[in-house]
């Protein structure tokens, strides 16, 4: 699956971070004393697992940023899928560039490619129904756009981007305000066509509370058996889009799809998938 990259402008400052990071006030002080001057090199970025490949646009910016004479050719854009051996990037320049760069280029698309290998596995389990995975907010702090844009390079839906995005009404808002039906009146006073308001339900009576107060766009169906689940999208009819979520395991996915409902968040998407194994070889 093909997405239209993210603008440089947003994902370089990143980049630059993670550079200053690593490079430190010394720069690579391995490869200034042990590699001569001028050499070059010709270097793979190979897949060592199969998997979904994310975070090319970002392998490419740290490159870049190290050394602009870099030539870099990417051979798998984001969103592809691999097999192990396969070589998805190759750079061509000075030996000291493509070293100083490695470590963030690797660790961007490892982090990210793990993103997209694991939604992709989710979104697998999901075959043959409407439903969609989608992801949380639940992101490394600092890196929630580059974080959700590989949840959509494999495959998964978007979600709100963060707390300024939709109204979501969870439980804690539900208390404090005084119950569903407060809290969906007072939400509809700041929604507009262009804003829709989500609220979190964990039984079929609070479904049926809001189902009679209106108002709601999504109920999110939290934490509710595959019955429930079943029950939940029989009672709302179309009505509303359903959201399922709360530990949504991998082996999970299959029966929660087939009960009908419209999308399926995950968290462990971004805050526990393993890294895909990439590798950097002269």
């Known amino acids: 699956m093909t997405h239209s990259p993210l603008p440089d402008l947003l994902v370089e400052p ?13 720069g690579d002080v391995t490869s200034a004393a042990v590699i001569p001057q001028g050499l070059r090199y010709s270097a793979r970025l190979n897949a060592r697992q199969d998997g979904v490949i994310s975070g090319m646009q ?22 592809s899928a691999v097999v192990a051996g396969e ?9 000291t560039s493509i070293l100083a760069g490695e470590r963030v280029a690797l660790n961007f698309a490892g982090r990210l490619s793990g993103i997209a290998t694991l939604t992709a596995a989710f979104v697998a389990r999901t075959a043959g129904t409407s439903a969609r995975i989608t992801c949380t907010r639940k992101t ?33 808002h539900i208390a404090a305000a005084g119950g569903i039906v407060p809290a969906l009146r007072a939400a509809r006073t700041s929604a507009s066509h262009m804003r829709r308001i989500e609220i979190e339900v964990d039984t079929l009576a609070q479904l049926e509370d809001v189902l009679a107060t209106g108002g709601a766009d999504v109920v999110l169906l939290d934490n509710m058996t595959t019955a429930d689940l079943t029950a939940a999208v029989q009672r709302v009819a179309g009505q509303v889009v359903t959201e399922a979520s709360g530990t949504m395991r991998l082996e999970r996915i299959a029966e929660v799809a087939a009960t ?5 968040s995950v968290g462990a998407l971004t805050h526990s998938a393993p890294v895909l194994d990439l590798g950097l070889d002269f």
């Not at 970002?58 to 969103?79: E, F, K, M, N, Y």
């Not at 070589?87 to 030996?95: K, L, S, Y």
């Open 58 to 79: 970002l392998a490419q910016i740290a490159l870049r940023l190290v050394d602009p004479s870099l030539v870099v050719t990417v051979h798998r854009a984001d969103g």
């Open 140 to 172: 490394t702090p600092g890196l929630r756009l580059v974080e959700k844009q590989a949840v959509l390079h494999g495959g998964g839906a978007a979600h709100r981007f963060g707390l300024s995005d939709a109204l979501l009404i969870k439980d804690n």
């Open 14 to 26: 990143l980049v630059r971070a993670a550079l200053i990071e690593d490079l430190g006030p010394s």
């Open 260 to 264: 009908g409902v419209d999308f399926i």
């Open 87 to 95: 070589t998805v990037m190759t750079i061509e320049g000075a030996a």
